[in-house]
């Protein structure tokens, strides 16, 4: 049984951190790229980070670079999402997403509430 699931989530002030943790379960995780999304009320889904599954390199959306770092542990088959200097434009649904492309899988996370507010 395939589980993704989030934690780390909450209500932060402007200028303040969290880590967002994924766990994953019930596939090879090391095989697949691992994205955090996140979803505003009213916008659409998009991606914020992705971290590919050889060789680590990751991709950031132009609005959280430099203030996200994704990283990924294959022996805890856990992907991470460390935000930074966050702004209430970070206010968001993030949900946590397994893909492996040649095998067509595409898993997701219920997601973890961040909101950013003073």
């Known amino acids: 049984q395939v589980q993704l699931v989030e934690s780390g989530g909450g209500l932060v002030q402007p200028g303040g951190s969290l880590r967002l943790s994924c766990a994953a379960s019930g596939f090879t995780f090391s095989i697949y790229a691992m994205s955090w999304y996140r979803q505003a009320p009213g916008k659409e889904r998009e991606l914020a980070a992705r971290?590919?599954?050889?060789?680590?390199?990751?991709k950031y959306a132009d609005s959280v670079k430099g203030r996200f770092t994704i990283s990924g542990d294959n022996a805890k088959n856990t992907v991470y999402l460390q935000m930074n200097s966050l702004k209430p434009g970070d206010t968001a649904m993030y949900y946590c997403?397994?893909?492996?492309?040649?095998?067509?899988?595409?898993?997701w996370g219920q997601g973890t509430q961040v909101t950013v507010s003073s």
């Open positions: 971290i590919s599954s050889v060789g680590g390199s990751t």
């Open positions: 997403n397994a893909q492996q492309q040649f095998l067509l899988r595409d898993y």
